[in-house]
């Protein structure tokens, strides 16, 4: 252990000049965002029925928990000293990393069931009913934390092996999925749902459809760097250069900057979350002033 790790964790990094103070205050800003938006978009779909009614409002509140994780936590792995890695004194036992990784299945899961509902609107409503949504998103937080639970048992050596091999493999098949998924659905809301007659519910499947894709596109683009920089890294067979700690590691920033941007599309993607979030949660005085009922914008909502 070397001598400023025995002296106790410190900030992310020394204090001594405007660009370390800027860093540390902008992580701190970051992770407040982070549980602010998340926690916001939360409580409006709590607090609206219709909203809770439809698939897709699940996964985006899976999305919301795992991300509030991920800014609290932020507060320690980004503003603090901390190098979250498996010999790392100052780790998280893989705990905070899988906060990040469930909002990526969550996404995952969201672009699958909308493809499916808009492509097979009959059998999604016989098969994806609200329990089977429900055990979907059970289930990938109960892999996470299995994993999580392996990797701490085993000795490190074969967690090192298990999860550089599991993660390469991943990386590799799941963004060639979303990006196959992000295609498809683009294909599908700009072409077959034009073809079926004008009604509020073409409507609301194709805001819908727009929505994921946009949400996918930006995780795409915040996460790729973190991704490429794993498969890189695999090919090339060494360990690749790493920063002091994780909050001045731009690759690992990028993701919880991510973690922003989604709420964010989803309050300015859908009109009833957003009518939700005003009135009730932030309470604002202007929406109260132009009459916005949430009662009536919920009626707006596609039940599928």
Known sequence: MNISQSRGLGTVLPLTSFENVFLFLLNIILATAIVFFNASAFLSIVMNRSLRNENRFMYMLSTCLSDICTGVSYYYVGVMDVRDYYDSPNRTFHIVPTFLGLSYMAILAAQADRYHAVSAPFKYSQRMTRNRTLLVILAYWVYAF??????????????????????????????????????????????????????????????????????????????????????????????????????????RILPRVNAVLTPLLYIRGCSALRSTLLSKVWKTECCRRKGVNPQNMEKTVNRM
């Open 146 to 251: 299995l994993i999580v639970a392996v990797n701490n048992l085993v000795p490190m050596g074969v967690a090192k092996t298990v999860t550089s091999f599991g993660t390469f493999v991943a990386n590799i098949f799941t963004v060639i999925i979303m990006i196959g998924l992000n295609v498809r659905l683009f294909f599908i809301a700009k072409f077959q749902l034009e073809r079926e007659p004008p009604s509020a519910e073409r409507d609301n499947k194709r805001a819908s459809v727009y929505l994921i894709v946009i949400v996918a596109v930006c995780f795409l683009i915040t996460w790729l760097p973190i991704f490429i920089h794993v498969i890189v890294c695999n090919f090339a067979g060494s360990s690749c250069y790493t920063f002091k700690n994780e909050g001045t590691d731009p690759l």
